[in-house]
């Protein structure tokens, strides 16, 4: 099979206007987002109509698409609203609607004619057949169940002309995508609304009926017992056979994740899909993609079911599954007041101090990390930090912006992070 004729898309997840931006900045050429029409109350993780507007329009300033998920499996009630939230969408523009009930499909063909629809995958597409009804009912483009091995994926790929696309990274789950019903009633956050609160990781035990109180730990070992657990999808070491599919778009799992993930992630496969068009033939995996991959919160990797065979991480999961992290978000860069052009300041010095918004806790001392989108790290202690009056501090609590030099450029929206 020889090299695929045109680089997929590759989509990221922006739960977040902030990360909306941090996933274009890091290399995204699209970004899928919630709004918060169809949640009982503002969660975090969507964003408001204001803000949906602002993400579309800034999509079309960086030659960017914003794609708003829509894939409720709406309620009589919720009928109405719904169709005022496809007009919205006609009236901001966005690039396309991500559905998966067929009534969606039908009120968003009728109300918003000229938005390309996008199967969820939600809707578990399997086969050719499946795809081509959704073709056929206006679907532009086919988001495949996750379930589906390379094999399988490859027969579709040759049987229909419609779009699609791939999840290569990102949680999975143990049952057909978002068809559970765990978070719904463990936590009242429907899984297919977009708000699954994964409850299938947390910690469960057995309780025999007739014995109260004696529990008996649900566990993995060697042999299995994976019912309630999943480890996270890395389909990186793969890259050359996933693109080979000749699919159109790579989608990588987690609106409800930080800044950190949608940059580190967002940038491994940026450089990596780019590398691999350069050249097929010589591609070859930079380990350090992989290394960066490792270093946001992750449970152990796999290849999920499109390589079943030959899951890495083995070794690794064998007793559990528990969350890896070795470094957390730091902050991110703010544009400095004095790069207005009529602040007092303007023009007075050769490089301004970075205006960081922590995170986390900081402390002098600490050794940041700022992560640039052409794979490049820079690392820098802080000696001295002011904060944004310019007073001397010593410490900064989360949300609170401090100042500092470095001697580099950075940018608005950067992203940094420092060891755990
Ligand atoms: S609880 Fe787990 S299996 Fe269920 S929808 Fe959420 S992530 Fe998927």
């Not at 480890?231 to 996933?242: F, I, N, S």
């Amino acid at each position: 099979m020889g090299a695929p004729a045109k680089k997929p898309e590759l989509l990221a997840p922006g739960g977040t206007l902030e990360k909306v931006r941090i996933a274009f900045l890091y290399g995204a050429d699209a970004v899928y987002v919630g709004g918060t029409r169809f949640s009982l109350r503002a969660q975090a993780g969507n964003l408001d109509d204001e803000e949906l507007a602002l993400a579309a329009h800034l999509a079309r300033r960086w030659g960017k698409k914003l794609y708003w998920a829509l894939n409720v499996f709406p309620h009589p009630p919720e009928l109405p609203g719904l169709e005022e939230a496809l007009s919205y969408a006609a009236e901001i523009g966005v690039d396309g609607l991500i559905v998966s009930d067929p009534g969606v499909v039908d009120l968003a063909r009728r109300v918003a004619p000229h938005i390309p629809l996008h199967l969820s995958t939600q809707a578990n597409t399997t086969n050719a057949a499946s795809a081509r009804f959704w073709a056929r009912n206006g679907i532009r483009r086919i988001n495949l169940a996750r379930e589906l091995s390379w094999e399988e994926i490859l027969a579709v790929r040759k049987a229909v002309d419609v779009d699609l696309e791939l999840f290569v990274h990102g949680a999975l789950c143990v049952s057909y995508s978002g068809r559970c019903l765990l978070s719904a009633f463990l936590n009242r956050r429907g899984a297919n609304r977009g708000l699954c609160t994964q409850p299938c990781r947390w910690r469960y035990h057995l309780m025999e009926e007739k014995r109260p109180g004696e529990y008996f730990p649900v566990e993995e070992d060697g042999r299995g017992t994976y019912i309630f657990n999943s480890r996270d999808l890395c389909l990186l070491p793969r890259l050359p056979e996933v693109l080979r599919l000749g699919v159109d778009a790579l989608k990588i799992e987690g609106r409800m994740k930080g800044a950190h993930y949608v940059a580190t992630v967002v940038r491994a496969y940026r450089l990596a899909i780019d590398r691999f068009f350069q050249d097929p033939e010589a591609f070859q995996l930079d380990s350090t993609w992989m290394e960066e991959l490792r270093r946001v919160s992750h449970r152990p990797y796999t290849y999920g079911l499109m390589f079943p065979e030959s899951s890495f991480d083995r070794a690794d999961v064998a007793h559990h599954t528990a969350y890896r992290r070795t470094h957390t978000l730091a902050g991110i860069v703010r544009r400095h007041p004095a790069t207005h052009r009529d602040h007092p300041a303007h023009g007075l010095r050769d490089r301004l101090p970075v205006l960081l918004e922590a995170r986390s806790p900081l402390v002098r001392g600490v050794r940041l990390e700022f992560l640039f989108p052409d794979g490049s790290n820079r690392f820098f202690e802080i000696r001295e930090m002011h904060d944004p009056d310019g007073r001397p501090v010593d410490r900064v609590h989360p949300n609170q912006r401090v100042q500092f030099v470095v001697p580099f450029d950075t940018f608005p929206d950067q992203v940094v992070r420092m060891e755990l």
